[in-house]
């Protein structure tokens, strides 16, 4: 019986393996996309850089050829109609954004656990390699990540969301951190015991933990700093290592929404102002 693949998936992240083990990310740490399986047989894909540059214009069709190659650059989507071969499905493109697939057949071996589908091209010296899950069960884990986030950070869940920047921190998580170890961590969280206990709990079953302890605090800095820090190198050696993994702004958004700035009562120099009037009163020290 054919595996099915039918529904809608999010991207997780996507990345180009090399045959000397290096991997690069043509769309940065947070690409974002969305993967169609129709129930007639019908696909569409597209991914995007998440922080794609704006065109000088209000036609879509318009720009300089400068501003339009950077935008085409930043995206890769194309529909047709698919059919699943054992542990392969073959994507037969009607039209594609990249004009050299328009009319041709794309093969991608794959590998399917449970709410999770790792999309391969074939071997080659370079195997780009794309990691989605079900929306549904995207949509279940971004909220969880959302929960845990506002566990360790003290800031409330509408608060982060407010800053627009969750799914990347999500996004970013997925991409540098081997497979598996943010699924470790939202289930280490699920475990938590409520009430009076869980403050405690928080500390042993998480931050001490000498897998998922240097990755939750690596998490607060990047709710509170916008920032990642490499791994520690014992970590690294035991669990893997990301050319990702170093020390690093993760955005210009990440920073400018960093909590450091609301906890502190301040603004990112040279960005975002508090606005008038926000030191007629002193700071409160509750939030």
């Known amino acids: 019986m054919a595996v099915d693949l039918r529904g809608t998936w999010r991207l997780l992240s996507w990345r180009r393996v090399a045959q000397d083990g290096s991997i ?5 740490d947070d690409a974002a996309g969305i993967l169609m399986y129709g129930g007639d047989g019908r696909m569409a894909v597209q991914m995007t850089a998440s922080r794609r540059p704006g065109l000088p214009t209000s036609d879509p069709l318009g720009g300089d050829a400068e501003s339009r190659a950077a935008a085409y650059s930043t995206c890769l989507a194309y529909f047709g109609s698919y059919e699943v071969q054992r542990d392969s499905v073959v994507h037969r493109i009607d039209a594609s954004l990249y004009p ?8 991608r071996p794959f590998t399917l656990d449970g709410d999770r589908l790792v999309l391969r091209t074939p071997p080659a010296a370079v195997v780009n ?10 949509r ?16 409330g869940r509408l608060q982060l969301l407010g800053t627009g920047v969750a799914d990347g921190h999500l996004r970013a998580l997925d991409a540098v951190l081997p497979a598996g170890t943010v699924e470790e961590l939202l289930a280490a969280y699920k475990r938590l015991p409520a009430g009076a206990e869980r403050e405690a709990a928080v500390v042993s079953t998480l931050l001490d933990d000498p897998k998922l302890g240097p990755v939750a605090q690596n998490l607060i ?67």
């Open 140 to 155: 279940a884990r971004a909220a969880r990540f959302l929960d845990l986030s506002a566990l360790l950070t003290g800031f």
């Open 24 to 28: 690069t990310y043509p769309f940065g």
């Open 129 to 138: 390699e794309m990691a989605w899950m079900r929306e549904e069960a995207a």
């Open 100 to 107: 050299n697939w328009s009319g041709a057949e794309q093969v």
């Open 221 to 287: 800095r990047m709710w509170y700093c916008g920032t990642w820090s490499r791994l520690p190198d014992a970590w690294r050696a035991a669990y893997g290592a990301s050319p990702l993994d170093n020390d690093r702004v993760l955005s210009v958004e990440a920073y400018q929404a960093a909590l450091q700035w609301v906890a502190a009562g301040a603004h990112p120099p040279g960005a975002r102002q508090q606005g008038f009037g926000s030191w007629a009163e002193p700071p409160r020290e509750e939030r």
